[in-house]
């Protein structure tokens, strides 16, 4: 599973506190983030396309996910592309971790998480809340 460098999740954190995106909810929209990069990196989708969406989404129904699920995770992603869009002149940028950067988990646990990925191997750990 792809892990989030903390700048980014501190980011994203606070462009869903913008958005009007309750607190409590964050966890989950960081979780839906995760598996979409994860579900990019495994199907050799981009990202920042449309029609990456739309395949992370059928396969997320066809694992029976609520349909509060499935909303809930286009939003994560449709958040991360207006995130990424009002950065840049228009063009969605790279937010996959870097080599030797610290991360986050969805649920930041206090200790030492193993980088599931493809991707090569980094020295990740999650931060404290």
């Known amino acids: 599973m792809i892990n989030l460098p903390i700048d980014f999740a501190a ?8 958005n009007g995106i309750d607190q409590s909810q964050h966890r989950f929209y960081l979780k ?6 994860d579900f990019c990196t495994k199907y050799s989708f981009k990202w920042s396309e449309n029609d ?4 992370f989404l059928i396969k997320l129904k066809n694992k029976i996910q609520q349909p509060f699920m499935l909303e809930q995770a286009k ?3 449709e958040l991360l592309w207006k995130m990424e869009s009002s950065k840049s ?3 969605r940028k790279a937010v996959l971790p ?3 950067r610290p991360a986050i988990t969805c649920n930041q646990a206090p200790k030492e998480i193993k980088n599931e990925s493809p991707l090569p191997r980094w ?6 809340s």
């Open 11 to 18: 980011r994203y954190i606070a462009f869903l506190s913008a």
């Open 32 to 37: 839906w983030l995760r598996y979409y990069l």
């Open 52 to 55: 990456s969406l739309s395949a």
């Open 75 to 77: 939003k994560a992603v």
């Open 89 to 91: 002149t228009g063009e």
């Open 98 to 100: 870097k080599e030797e």
């Open 123 to 128: 020295r990740i750990f999650a931060r404290e």
